[in-house]
Structure formats: C-alpha cells, structure tokens
C-alpha cells in the first residue's frame, strides 16, 4: 500500500532515473495513482489537510516565522535544494571537466521540459537568471527609434518600468504609463484602457501576466490580438505566473514572455526563463552580446560568460516535484488558503481588498489595506508582535499590505494573520507601531 508520504517521497527520489523511461505526463499520472489523489477534484483536495500536511513536510523552514511574502522569492523543497547542492558539490570537483562537460550540456533536459509545460517548442525558450534578466532582454533588445512608443501600466514592476525610463533618457522613445482601478471593473476594462491608449507611434506595450502589487490576473490574448492586429509587439510579464496557476503560451498569443522560476516553481533562487516566439529571434539583440552564427539560436540568450550549472540543472527537480503536484491543485490550494483570510476580513467595514475574488483574475496573491492604517508600520507591527513576513505597497493610488501564501503554509499560520488583522482594524495600531 503507497501511502501520501511515500508519494511525496518517491516524487523527489524518482526524479532523473524514472524520467529517462517514463514521459513528464506519464510520471505524473503514475505519482497520482500512488497517492490515492487521481479521482479528487483539484477544489476538493484543497481543504485536505492529510494531503497538504505531506507537502509542508517537504520544505526545511524556519517554522518560528510565518512566510507571508512568497511573491519576494521562495523557498525550494528538500529535494530541489539537495539536488541543487549536489550540482555544486559535483562542479567543484574540477569545474571545466564536471561543470562544463558533465552538467552543463544537460541544460537542454531543463529546457525540454520547461517548454514543455508552457507549451512552446524548446527553440523558442532560454533559460535565464531571473524573470528581470529575461524581461530586460526583450525590453532592451528591440530596435525602437526616437519617438517610438512603449505602453505600459503604472502598476508594472519597478525595475521593469526603470529599464524603459532608461531607454526613454538613452535612446529618446516615449513610454506611456495607463492607471486601471483595484480591482478594475472587469477584465474586458482592462483591455479597453490599452486599445484606447494606443497611438500612430506604439511599438509595444508591456504588461503583467498578474501584478505583483495586487495580484490582478491580466487578459493576456485579447491584448495580444488587438496589438498584433495593429503590428505591435507585446511583452507579457509572467514572474508571478508560470507554476502558479495553468496556461500554455498558446493561450497568451505573445511575442516575448519573461518569467522567474525561484517564485512559484521552487527552483533554485537564480533561474528564469525567456519565451520568444520563433520569428522573433533573429530580430532581438541579446543583453550580452553574441556571435552573428547565434543569430537564430535561442541559446545567444544564454551567452552569459562562466555561471553556475548547478542552478538551471535543478530546475528539473523542481519540475518533478512541482508535476507531483499538479499545478490546477496547487492553484486551488493557494486560491483556498486567500479565501481564508479574505472571506474573514472582507465582512470587516474598514477593510479594503485591492484583489478581485473572481477566480479568472486572481490565484494565491492578494493586497489588503485597513482604512486610514500605514502599511509600513502594519507590516513591522506583524513582524514585531507575531513574526508574520508581509510587504508593504504603498502605491499613488491605493496603499496595504500584500500577502502571499505557498503550499507549504498552514491553516493555523493564515488564521494567526487574519487574528492579527482583525485586531488592528478593530482597535488601530498601538501607539508604539
Ligand atoms: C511583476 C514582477 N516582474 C519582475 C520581477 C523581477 O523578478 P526577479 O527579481 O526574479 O528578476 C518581479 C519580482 O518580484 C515581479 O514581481
């Protein structure tokens, strides 16, 4: 009899030995099978406390703290953080032999299998450091002239919409930045703002898969439509996207999509990926520049100079152990474990939710605010009295406090957050916050 813990066990004891005769979709259902999982739906298994008690057994957290800010970079599980100090033990045996001969050229499985799940072909995808690397790569890679313009929303990444402000002082483009209330009225709202932005000189426009800020799931394809119509090209945000909740590039229709995989897929802290559709290619220079017989090859992303293999190898550890999941399970997870604080403190009148609760336009992220109550001093109030880790927002237009579960965060650690809330939105904070 296989109970859950052998599952999760035997998820990261698989790995790389079972995948060289099983397919990623093959393994899966087979880790579904062993844990008596495969006929419950995804909403179903998310209130499973058995279930998910094996998943937080998979972690080596520091349980003192409670780890509301998994939008920052996560945690890997034992597995992917043994796999990744293994790389780094191996490497150092005599790097030009270990690294460059033995790990590096495995990078292709981590690329296969990457592609894979976003549903690109492998030649289209290169792996990256982090989703800032990849996006910078497609932000500062186009030819764009004086006066071309680039939209985007005043809600886009700091550093993302800083790479543009460089451009607009370096090389003269101008860059629009559109506003969109929290949560906007609708997706299709959303949508509109951009097509009514849109001028003779847009070159780009540049947005969130889902903001970081409040966790607003973006409608990526009519986007995407509407600005290839008009031949312009689209660069998608997906830091917070890919392994948090489904969809395949298919579904997005984009040119360029950047992600980080130390975010929601638990790999190693240092590893991203780049998407950029195939015809695009030859047309966008790399950050570091590489070889004109590069041009077509996906791999003139990667010409970073010496790194370490150990990072982009254990991506594939972090794939097996995130397949061994499902990620629709992980969604409803995340989604159950929002709910939880959300529903609470909603009913509350002097509480403000920034995050739509449609399931269409949010997952786990969320952004709460108490009324006439400064995030930076909530947040170190929650630090100070509770050891809860949050991140403050303090946006022109709305400010709170965003709150970012994983699947290793527990029921009492949520109910511990929403206690400590309602007693600031009941009574302030103390006169020491
Ligand atoms: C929306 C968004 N884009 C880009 C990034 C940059 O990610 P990284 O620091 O992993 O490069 C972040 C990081 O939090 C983000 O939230």
């Not at 800032?132 to 500062?140: I, N, R």
């Amino acid at each position: 009899m296989v109970n859950r813990r052998t599952f999760l066990r035997r998820s990261g004891a698989l790995g790389a030995t079972a995948l060289a005769t099983f397919s990623p979709r093959g393994l899966t259902r087979a880790l579904e099978a062993a844990a008596g999982v495969v006929d419950r739906s995804p909403e179903e298994l998310a209130s499973d406390e058995f279930y998910w008690r094996e998943i937080q057994a998979a972690f080596t957290l520091d349980r003192t703290l409670v780890n509301l800010n998994n939008g920052g970079v996560c945690p890997s599980p034992r597995v992917v953080h043994d796999a990744y100090k293994r790389y780094l033990d191996i490497s150092n045996q005599s790097p030009v032999y270990h690294m460059w001969q033995i790990l590096e050229p495995n990078i292709e499985t981590a690329r296969r299998r990457l592609a894979a799940h976003f549903g690109c072909d492998p030649e289209e995808m290169a792996i990256t450091r982090n989703a800032s690397e990849a996006l910078q790569t497609a932000q500062l890679g186009l030819d764009l002239k004086p006066g071309d313009e680039v939209l985007t929303t005043n809600q886009d990444y700091g550093r993302m919409l800083d790479t543009w402000e460089q451009r607009v002082r370096r090389d003269g483009i101008t860059l629009t930045k559109i506003s969109f209330p929290v949560p906007p009225p609708s997706l299709a709202d959303l949508a509109q703002r951009f097509e009514q932005a849109i001028t003779p000189r847009t070159r780009v426009i540049h947005f969130c898969h889902i903001t970081n800020l409040t966790g607003q799931i973006f409608p990526v394809r009519d986007i995407c439509r509407m600005a290839r119509g008009r031949g312009i090209a689209t660069i998608v945000d997906g830091a917070h996207a890919f392994a948090h909740f489904p969809f395949k590039v298919s579904e997005l229709e984009c040119d360029y999509y950047g992600t980080s995989l130390h975010k929601w897929l638990l790999a190693p802290i240092g590893t991203g990926f780049l998407y950029v559709r195939r015809e695009k290619i030859a047309g966008l220079w790399p950050l570091t520049p590489a070889s004109e017989s590069k041009k077509n090859d996906i791999r003139k992303f990667e010409e970073i100079g010496t790194h370490p293999a150990a990072n982009h190898n254990a991506i594939a550890e972090a794939l097996t152990f995130h397949e061994g999941i499902g990620v629709e399970r992980k969604v409803a997870r995340l989604r159950y474990l929002k709910n939880r604080w959300a529903d609470r403190l909603r009913a509350l009148p002097n509480i403000r939710i920034f995050t739509s609760s449609d399931p269409a336009q949010s997952g786990g992220l969320a952004c709460v605010g108490i009324d006439g109550t400064d995030a930076a001093k909530l947040t170190a109030h929650l630090w100070a009295t509770r050891r809860i880790i949050v991140t403050p927002i303090k946006h022109p237009e709305y400010e709170g406090i965003r709150v970012t579960p994983n699947v290793y965060t527990t029921l009492a650690e949520i109910d511990d957050f929403a206690d400590a809330m309602e007693a600031v939105a009941a009574r302030g904070l103390p006169p020491t916050a």
